[in-house]
């Protein structure tokens, strides 16, 4: 019952309204407890009467028909420009801080739509958005001038009409994934789709727009993340008796599995492993995942960040943080350099916590 990190319909939304507060008093309880209490690298306050403030002042206990986010949906990095970006939701804006916490500038975001996941190339200066209940896809290329940030061009793609088929289903588009590109002058990226006949497309864009759709037809039967430095999607292959670590082929059948240690299996008695799922990858090539820890999946007391090789082997772990505390999308992000960075409300101050942590070996 992973209920922040899945939303497959606006009836599922209501339902993780419902659990947020609950996951909430799991993470305030973590943190009581001094097991596990790190330092945020900055926070932001929450509201609007600056521009630098992220989300909206609004109590989620007392929202009945939840279909917005509003608090930041997704957070991701780009350690080596010192910059920090987080989609504010409720304001249809990208922000972009420093490593620092120093709020740099804000993107005002063209299309008309809720925004909840996006992807960003640094040599294109490119975001890709991805909208609440929709089959297309923002696309903004901007330049930075100082401290400050403009659209140089804007295009909604029309992922249905690419598709090129009736029977795809009205599916809606959950989380984009930057990959390496599969042709020249484009950008690749993998989306995550519910409700239709394909959980994973691969998708080229071309500079004049132009969408390519490379694959659709993937063998995992659960959500890839895409990878930056190989023509492989990386998941998890998750059952009662083993979990596996599969790198599926983007260009071609070159499929590989790798079957993971016992203590990921899931569904087993006593404080056990209850959740798990991949979270991204590095320039090196290397596949992360988040594991979390309980003796029941509405008890989950210890999380963890694991990295892979691209052999699957496992090279090093890190504690993280349970919970994010809010209703949000993606709160925990892997950078190019293998820092990982993790958002959470923070309740007491109303504010956003941004964390960092470093993995350095195993135990």
């Known amino acids: 019952m992973r209920c922040i990190a899945i939303m497959k319909s606006r009836s599922f939304i209501i339902f993780l309204a419902l659990l947020a507060l609950f996951f909430t008093n799991i993470c305030g309880a973590a ?4 097991d596990f209490n790190p330092k945020p690298l900055f926070s932001i306050a929450i509201g609007g009467s600056s521009p630098e403030m992220l989300g909206e002042n609004t109590d ?7 279909d917005r986010f509003y608090f930041p949906a997704a957070v991701l990095t780009s350690e080596s420009q010192d910059r920090v970006f987080v989609l504010d939701s409720i304001k249809n804006r990208i922000c972009a801080y420093s490593l620092a916490g120093k709020f740099i500038y804000e993107i005002k975001l063209p299309f008309e739509l809720h925004p909840i996941d ?10 890709l958005i991805v909208y609440q209940q929709s089959r297309s896809i923002g696309a903004i290329t901007f330049k930075e001038t100082g401290n400050t940030a403009a659209i140089v061009s804007q295009k909604l793609l029309d992922i249905e009409n690419a598709l090129g088929e009736s029977g795809a289903g009205k599916f809606e588009i959950q989380w984009i994934w930057p990959c390496k590109a599969i042709a020249d002058n484009e950008i690749t990226f993998l989306i995550n789709a519910f409700m239709g006949k394909y959980q994973n497309i691969l998708i080229g864009l071309k500079d004049d727009w132009t969408i390519n759709v490379h694959k659709k037809d993937f063998s995992a039967n659960n959500h890839l993340a895409g990878c930056t430095t190989l023509h492989s999607g990386m998941g998890l292959q998750a059952g009662s008796r083993e979990v596996n670590l599969i790198y599926e082929g983007l260009k071609k059948e070159n499929n590989l599995r790798h079957g993971l240690l016992k203590e990921f ?11 798990i799922r991949p979270i991204g990858t590095d320039a090196g090539g290397n596949f992360y995942i988040e594991a979390q820890y309980g003796f029941s999946e509405d008890s989950v007391e210890k999380a963890y960040v694991y990295k892979f090789n691209i052999n699957g082997r496992l090279t090093g772990k890190c504690e993280s943080l349970i919970s994010p505390a809010m209703l949000t999308n993606r709160f925990i992000t892997i950078d ?3 820092s990982i960075f993790y958002m959470q409300k923070n309740e007491k101050k109303f504010a956003i916590d941004f964390y960092k942590f470093n993995i350095n070996g195993i135990d």
């Open 336 to 338: 190019q350099s293998g």
């Open 265 to 275: 299996v899931m569904g087993q008695k006593g404080f056990k492993c209850r959740n």
């Open 118 to 127: 996006m992807a960003y190339y640094k040599d294109q200066g490119e975001f």
């Open 60 to 66: 989620e206990s007392k929202i009945l028909s939840y």
């Open 31 to 34: 943190l009581a407890a001094g």
